[in-house]
Structure formats: structure tokens, C-alpha cells
């Protein structure tokens, strides 16, 4: 149990749809993450929130917009997806000081996503 | 983007037997992390270590800090079913974590 929960777990759709990934952290952490992971590859870091701004972006496409409205809560937006876009989609949460390294992350159970 | 190596890719064991794991770099990092990960969940922090040669042990995991901070393992004794998983290594460049491709532990009954 790490306090942070995704949903859904799983998502099908199509390259026209549009859908929306939810995570909610209950850490009280002020940063909050997105990853990507693909199949014998290492976890992509796509989107790094910091007390709701975005600090990161990771040359991500533009069909993956995300959403911060606040510390607690991370949307990624998905439209017009191609099939190697499917991936295990991970959040993760961390308390940063701003002052050193980056602190631990806490992930939730991520969303598989399927690009048909 | 870091050079970040994790060996094996793959390693499949019976239960009761030792094993190591490797995570290498050319780079220096401030600190390391390992995590695991079980089928359908999200990685779940196992250790943080920071200084050179540095041991941690947790229960029957030893993790170990290379003395130039460059490199890390994690050995495993008497591995058990539960084991089983997908353990990422993370490392710190100051900035932000790094995550290797990972090593796959299948522990067999």
C-alpha cells in the first residue's frame, strides 16, 4: 500500500479516442510524476509537477497533455494515441525540499493502456 | 541520459539458492536506489544508499554501495517465492533518479 492510487487500471482504446488517466497521492507530497513503461526498456520519465508547476517535460508528443489542479492530484490526457503508445503508465509522488536530490518516489499501481 | 546497465536481464532461480544482481555506470551519482517490482503493481522502494562502500542489509537482502559510487549490487540469500520480481535500480545524478531496465527474478518452488 504506498498511498498513491491510478485509475483505471486498465484502458483499451482506440487510436481517435480520447481518455484521461486520474492519480491521486494521499502522502501529502508536493510532487508528483508521470512514467512511461514500456517492455524491456527503462522507466520513462514524462512529466514532473513541483508544487503544481511543471518543471519537466521530457520531449513527450503533444498527444500526451498532463493536468496538475492540485498537489494531490495528476491527470494525463491522452488523444490520438498510436499502438506503440501502449505501455504501463506510472505515477509516482515524492516530497521535495528544493534544496538537494530528489527524494523518494512512491508509485501507484499504474494504468495498462492498450493503443488498438 | 546516463549509461545504466543492469545485470542480468533475466535470471530465473530455485528457492533456497543465492544470487546477485548488478547495477553499473561510468557516471559517479550522490546516491542509489533500489526498488522492486511485483506483476501489476508499481515499484516499491527497497533501500537508499549514499555513501561510498557503503552496506545495507534487509533481512536476507545485502545491498551494496561500489566504494567509488559508481556501481551497486543487491545479493539475495535463501531466496524465497516472493522475491520474485522486478528489481530497478535508481540512481541519483542530483538532479533527478534514474531507472536502469531492470533485472527479472523469477524464484521457482
Known amino acids: 500500500e504506498t498511498g498513491v492510487t491510478q485509475t483505471p487500471r486498465h484502458l483499451v482504446m482506440g487510436m481517435t479516442n480520447k481518455k484521461s488517466l486520474k492519480c491521486e497521492q494521499h502522502l501529502g507530497h508536493n510532487a508528483m510524476y508521470w512514467y512511461k513503461q514500456s517492455a524491456k526498456k527503462p522507466l520513462e520519465l514524462m512529466f514532473v509537477y513541483n508544487f503544481k508547476e511543471q518543471t519537466e517535460n521530457n520531449s513527450v508528443p503533444s498527444r500526451f497533455s498532463p493536468e496538475c489542479p492540485n498537489s494531490s492530484h495528476l491527470f494525463l490526457h491522452l488523444h490520438t494515441l498510436q499502438p506503440e503508445d501502449s505501455a504501463l503508465y506510472l505515477c509516482?509522488?515524492?516530497?521535495?525540499?528544493?534544496?538537494?536530490?530528489?527524494?523518494?518516489?512512491?508509485f501507484g499501481p499504474g494504468t495498462r493502456l492498450t493503443v488498438l | 541520459t546516463q549509461l545504466l546497465e543492469q545485470s542480468p536481464q533475466f535470471l530465473s532461480i530455485q528457492e533456497g539458492e543465492n544470487l546477485t544482481v548488478y547495477c553499473n555506470s561510468s557516471?559517479?551519482?550522490?546516491?542509489l536506489q533500489w526498488y522492486r517490482q511485483e506483476p501489476g503493481e508499481g515499484p516499491v522502494l527497497l533501500v537508499t544508499v549514499v555513501t561510498g562502500g557503503e552496506v545495507k542489509k534487509l533481512k536476507r537482502l545485502t545491498f551494496q554501495f561500489g566504494d567509488a559510487r559508481k556501481d551497486s549490487s543487491l545479493h539475495i540469500t535463501a531466496a524465497q517465492t516472493g522475491d520474485t520480481g522486478l528489481y530497478l535500480c535508481?540512481?541519483?545524478?542530483?538532479?533527478?533518479?534514474?531507472f536502469g531496465t531492470g533485472t527479472s527474478l523469477t524464484v521457482i518452488p
Open positions: 557516471s559517479v551519482f550522490s546516491s
Open positions: 535508481a540512481p541519483n545524478t542530483g538532479n533527478q533518479f534514474y
Open positions: 509516482a509522488s515524492s516530497q521535495e525540499s528544493g534544496a538537494g536530490p530528489t527524494d523518494t518516489q512512491y
